[in-house]
């Protein structure tokens, strides 16, 4: 990946980031691969701590460097119940007993709570000792000295005076989360009180609700942020006790600090409607969260809101304090496109270079030829073997001979022949197999050192394999027709040494040495011819000897080729493995570049130039990978699948540098649309939540505060500072706080809101409409039976609502309420009838009205009716029209006579006005 910056403008504070069910998993460990690229592991100084009730996950993510990554033992931990029937038994766990719902289906959770939010809460009180401990050691080690003295030791700065932040993340749609996210808010605060900050960034159920199997995600999202709402507008008079048996906690205060709701969707209409991307997104912006805080409070963002949090009022009547964020990047993405092109590359060297190849008959004969010339173990007509054994040191051919030069021609000879000839013979042949031995050796010595020097320099170059196994194939036939050779002319050769008749030959000088006349002349002749017998005999004896020799020669030989064979058949094995994994780590790497590229919020730096390697002859750079090799490819038949495609891969990267390890600062310079791009990272960086935005008073708008976080390589040198960047990408009069990501491919910006009341998001009556549903029957939407009873409704009363919605609906550029005279009918879907009219009451304005305000579904369809014409018509449009109208409406209401009628225009003119301004304060 590109090098890592210094970690010395990196200021961390004790953190624990908790992830609850598969959402917070899943999230979790997003944050620890940011951790991972950014740092090269998680810093001591932070903890994560993930809780799911299923005994495994099989989550994997693969960061920068190209390291597969999970969450380990110390990380994740399964809460599950495996036998809930004796846990929930009346009178066993009387602290359960107080809330559990009696008529909940009982089965063990191992896999999941099913989405019910109370079985995922009795999997924590069930498992509340181990998640209490765990919470506590993980505290307690980001918070210990030794932690902070190692965390400075590599280098990070530690803000260890500021309080430690913990998150809890999950979902409030599901089963698990959504059931002990409260809970472990309370845990936190219980084990560090006020010395820490607690921060909540939960997922709402935007994203689940087109999945199968999901008709409690809105259920359980309203009952969950009933709880909340709840317990985040706290009162003395709130505090209770949390018994888990062994364990008590005391609630006296919220149980977060600031909670941040994410949604699929925001106001400018981008949505994510991936689980996996939005998880993602989430990391993106905790990373952030972790990442800016820069051990100065006054200067920290994060620490500013929290202390504008401690003033803020309800409006109107509801607690007003959460927040949301967004995230979008401008990527420039050298690490994805190196990784994707250097595997692509690699895939080509292994096939084109590696793999391929069919060798010429013709050259491989010549070859054969020549390396069996080269080494002399050409053996037909040229006995270039047979021959190399019975020479001696001197280079000269060892001659062997029987003598009985010395011996006495008497009558006796023929006594002492056989015995003279045995012991010559048996002297001569082991002196020369001693010489055939030693002469054999070395040359198999000299030969096996040339074939692996031919077969080392054959494999140094583009379809060396194919051609040195076509090389060895004709080498081991021949060496086999060679040895098969000298066993032919043994047998030959033994029927020639068993026609010599040796023992007639002695008979003769025996029958000679009894001559009486002229004994001594045929005694010598037929000593001699006895002699020639003899010595022909131990001559044919060396020949089959040292056929024998070479016929074990090219059978060893032969072996060692075979050898060979095999070494290179398990290489092309082993590569054809690689191709595998190689083309497996293709595709997950083209998904991965297609997921970040259909991402919603990402802007792109495309990658400038060709790299080194890039359209180069593969058999070039299959020689220059080879060139620091001081072996052959062939101990690659003793290598794994993975070392060998390490090594081949680790080559084909050094070839895509450049693109890798670019700045993204600097790809910007070169990128012509750099002021294009900018504006459009900071215009996707909108909080992902949607809003209603004219439920909230007007007034009370100042509330909402606003930061911006810009996600770095380095905040101590980046360039986006200079107003040439910085006016694109940030809102003119924005203060910007900038963060180290260690990340220099891209650049991240936070967006982050706080101020806002539940009752604003833009789905909550369908959470609550949901939640109202008696088709759920006996289904708990609530933790807590104790909890459902103390909960008030999210939504204010929606006299406000009604009032917006008949002004506005009788605005011209909406057109949804007209007035007939005393009459007034209003567009809706009612009776089936699209755009359809009914008429409103039973005569009047007031009458119209109360007849309106009643019908909550015609209040909300008007609303959506206006929002879309909001949406299509443009903002300014629709200001412009709107003002235009309450200016006509004031210049009414000055001849109403009617009390009654005139309370009801004030009521709409006080609402246009809280839209108007709301509108314009809102962007």
Known sequence: MAKRASKESVVLRPTVIVGLGGTGCDVLLNIKKHLWDAFGKVPDIVRLLAFDTTMSHDLKLTTNDGEK???????????????????????????????????????????????????????????????????????RNVRSLQNEIDTRNEDFTVDGKSPTEVYVISSLAGGTGSGMFLDIGFMCRSIIADTCNITGVFILP??????????????????????????????????????????????????????????????????????????????????????????????????????????????????????????????????????????????????????????????????TEEFMLTHRIREHEANDVTNAFVKGSDGKRVHVAFSTEG???????????????????????????????????????????????????????????????????????????????????????????????????LADVEETSKAVFGRARKLQLAVEHYEKVATRDLEIEVEIRRREVASQFFTDLRARVQS??????TVKDVLRNVMDALESERLDLITEERRARAGTFSVFVEPKGEPAG?????????????????????????????????????????????????????????????QEKLSQVGELSVPLLKLNVGRIPAHDKDYISRILICGVGNSRTTSLENPEFANH????????????????????????????????????????????????????????????????????????????????????IFNRIRREGSWYWVKTVKGGQIDGEIKLGAGGRRSAFQHFARDRELVDETMKAIDEVLQSHGSNRVLEAVETYLGELLESAENIKSQDVKDVVEDEITALRNYLGSFVEIR
């Open 69 to 139: 990554l999970e969450l380990d033992a110390a990380e994740f931990h399964n809460l599950t119940v495996a036998a809930p029937q004796s846990v929930v038994q009346p009178g066993v766990n009387p602290h359960i007993d107080r809330w559990w719902p009696a008529n909940t289906r009982i089965s063990a959770i191992l896999n999941g709570a099913g989405q019910v939010r109370a079985r995922g809460r009795l999997a924590l009180f069930a498992n509340s000792g181990d998640a209490f401990s765990l919470l506590t050691r993980a505290i």
């Open 614 to 674: 890039a359209g180069s002859d593969v058999g070039a750079s299959l020689a220059e990978m080879l060139q620091a090799r001081s072996s052959s490819i062939l101990d690659w038949s003793g290598a794994t699948t993975d070392d060998v495609r390490r090594e081949i891969l680790e080559y084909a990267s050094s070839q895509f540098k450049r693109r890798e390890t670019m700045h993204i600062e600097d790809a910007l310079k070169e990128d012509r649309d750099y």
């Open 564 to 569: 060979t064979l095999a070494e290179l058949d």
């Open 407 to 505: 011996t006495s021609k008497d009558k006796s000879i023929g006594h002492a022949l056989p015995d003279l000839y045995r012991t010559q013979r048996q002297g001569k042949l082991a002196h020369l197999d001693k010489l055939m031995s030693d002469n054999s050796d070395a040359l198999l010595r000299e030969v096996s050192k040339g074939l692996d020097g031919h077969i080392h320099q054959e494999l140094r170059r583009a379809s060396g394999i194919e051609a040195s196994v076509a090389f060895l194939r004709k080498l081991e036939a021949k060496l086999r027709w060679s040895a098969s050779m000298m066993d032919q002319e043994v047998e030959q050769q033994r029927l020639e040494q068993s026609g010599l008749k040796l023992s007639d030959a």
């Open 206 to 367: 935007w994203i689940f609700q087109s999945l199968p199997g999901t008709r409690l995600v809105k259920p359980n999202t309203y009952g969950a942020l009933k709880e909340l709402d709840y317990f985040m507008d706290f009162t003395a008079d709130k505090a209770f006790t949390l018994d888990y048996g062994r364990t008590k906690v005391s609630a006296n205060a919220p149980p977060f600090d600031l909670v941040y709701l994410l949604d699929g969707r925001n106001e400018a209409d981008k949505n994510i409607d991936d689980v996996h991307q939005m998880n993602e997104f989430a990391a993106d912006g905790v990373f952030l969260l972790v990442a800016s805080q820069t051990g100065i409070s006054n200067e920290n963002a994060i620490d500013n809101i929290k202390t504008m949090l401690v003033g803020l009022g309800n409006v109107r009547g509801k607690y007003s304090g959460y927040g949301s964020f967004g995230v979008s990047k401008l990527e420039y993405p050298g690490v994805r496109s190196a990784r994707l092109s250097a595997a692509e590359y690699a895939m080509k060297i292994v096939s084109d270079a590696l793999l391929a190849g069919r060798s010429d008959g013709t050259e491989v004969e010549e070859e």
């Open 729 to 812: 990408l940030f809102p003119q009069g924005r203060k910007v706080s900038y963060v180290t990501t260690n990340n220099d491919q891209e650049i991240v910006l936070f967006h982050g809101m706080v101020g806002v009341p539940l009752f604003a998001l833009q789905d909550i009556e369908q959470y609550k409409d949901a939640y109202n549903d008696p088709r759920l029957g006996d289904i708990p939407k609530h933790a807590s039976t104790e909890w459902a009873q103390l909960m008030l409704d999210l939504l204010p009363e929606e006299h406000d609502l009604a009032s917006l919605g008949f002004a506005l609906g009788q605005a011209p």
